[in-house]
């Protein structure tokens, strides 16, 4: 049984060896910020600010990095959010 060559790829062929055109900045940078977890559609802050999720998301990321000193959870929703954190509901 013969073995195939190991064919190296250049950086203008995809997996199956086709030619591709070159990738332009854009979508590199918006294919590395999908692969890191940030949002891409667009969403109105203010309201998800409002809505439960977000109050119970912010609580949860601050108990993990209380309890377990995991920052990540918070630092995801803070870049989410651009900073901005729900309002206290006092009663």
Not at 44 to 68: G, M, S
Not at 75 to 86: E, I, N, Q, S, Y
């Amino acid at each position: 049984m013969k073995k195939k060559k190991i064919q190296s790829l250049s950086d203008r062929q995809d997996v199956k060896g086709k030619e591709t055109k070159p990738l332009t900045l854009e979508e590199r940078v918006s294919r590395l910020e999908r692969a890191m977890g940030f949002v891409d559609a667009p969403f109105d802050v203010e309201e998800y600010l409002k809505t439960p999720q977000a109050r119970e998301e912010l609580l949860d990321a601050i108990r993990r990095h209380k309890y377990y000193k995991d920052r990540k959870p918070l630092d995801k929703f803070l870049l989410k959010t651009g900073g901005r954190v729900p309002r206290r509901e006092d009663d």
